[in-house]
């Protein structure tokens, strides 16, 4: 084996697709204008800078083709998917009035920690994937429970116009190429994730990050075959059954340049109902120093509005990830499916999605796609229970190899979590292909191979 360490973990983009040359000229764009200038530089609004948030509708309506234009009064500028979520935790919820965070598992671990932060230590619960998506009839049990046991039944500190909107629950997912499963949630199932928000006061609460990174599954398709992008939950809210059931809603979207521009941006926005938006953008700290991400923000808008963003993804992006995709599960199939491992990505979205009438020609030509950062496989049986050692066997030498296991992804305190990773995803790996070139992941399948392999023949 050649080469050094080799990192499958690593969830970022790599360095050589940052768009330098884009944003430099967006940067130039920006400071060569007076108005663009003085602009930039000030507190700016708490919303954000509003030139983004209107391209970001109108880049948003193109990527969606929903029904109606969106508007930018549904959006508001934030510092990224973590950032907001943080803020969101404290503009509309309350410890103890919010019975509890329900989280799909496996789940993203490094969202737990913000929870926990929150004041939810203690009352995050994990609810299961199968192979459309989230478990709605888990969830339905849990929430159902849930309710029986709430004891406070009106907020106790966040009282007053100022909160004039607190959720009895939080659900957090990420519905299409989700972390860490890579799977995508099926139409039915966001039809009924809505349904049920709204039966029990609950916000949906989505990490929608990796919509815009699709290519055919199998390396022979035209990509030009791909279906439509999958609504987001937001967009689903905003129609089924004639619309959100009050002002607030029940979805928000949580967007994010990170993965597709560069994460030292800092730079994503929220959507969802425009009285939801506004009131998330009145944060205290918001209010007194404006948008946290203004400058940056600007530039943003300048590679958006210019179509330079959308041809960074088309003619670099996309491809890059296409390709490393089409290598990893060449590789996967090579020296992994043989000793035992499996795939376990869920049905693709246009087969597990029923479509309506208008839609059933449409669907029926589309190919299967695959896209986002990751792959999740599943151990050999007789391995299964012993992924944390393996990967940290896997570190030394002669490996020098970084995976994420199975348990890392369990919903922290919750016991049924660890009781289901143990018989279910904790027997798993997650794989990203983002992160290091087509030839260096080959590298890494082999190497994992070849641990494999040593393991056995020592037992």
Known sequence: MTGGHINLQRGWPSLALAPSAQLLKSASNVFTSTPKTAASLVYGPSAGYAPLRE????????????????????????????????????RFTEPGYTRNIWIIEP????????????????????????????DVEFLRRGLQESEKKAQQQEPKLKTGTRYAKLYKHIIYCVPT????????????????????AREFDALVVTDDVYDVLRWPEHANDDASQLGSV???????????????????GNAMSNGSMSKIIAPGMRVGWAEATPALTLA???????????????????????????????????DTVNPTFRARYYGMIKAIKAELLPLGFSISVGKPYNESSKPTNEDANEASEAIAEAGGYFTYLTLPSDLSA???????????????????????FQVQ????????????FGRGIRLCWAWHTEEEIVEG?????KLIKDVRGRT
């Open 55 to 90: 391209s970001l509708a109108k880049w948003l309506t193109e990527i969606y083709s929903p029904k109606s234009q969106l508007q930018s009064d549904r959006i508001c500028v934030t510092n990224g998917a973590s950032g907001n979520l943080d803020n969101i935790l404290a």
């Open 177 to 196: 190429f989700a972390n860490p499963s890579g799977k995508t949630m099926s139409l039915r199932r966001r039809e009924e994730l809505v349904r049920l």
């Open 445 to 449: 399948i082999r190497r994992l191979a």
């Open 413 to 424: 305190g919750d016991a049924g979590s660890i009781d289901r990773a143990a018989d279910g």
């Open 230 to 248: 999958p609504p987001r939950i937001v967009d689903v809210d905003r129609t089924l059954d004639g619309g959100p059931k009050d002002e607030w």
């Open 386 to 408: 012993r992924t944390s050692r393996l990967a940290a066997e896997a570190l030394k030498k002669p490996y020098d190899l970084k995976f994420a296991f199975g348990d890392m």
């Open 107 to 134: 789940s993203y671990f490094l969202a737990c920690p913000i929870f926990m932060d929150a004041g939810f230590q203690g009352l995050m619960k994990g609810v299961p994937e199968d192979e459309e998506g989230l």
């Open 280 to 314: 998330l953008s009145q944060l205290g700290a918001t209010r007194s120093g404006g948008c946290p991400t203004h400058l940056s923000a600007s530039i943003v808008h300048e590679m958006l509005s210019s179509g330079a963003l959308q041809e960074h993804l088309k």
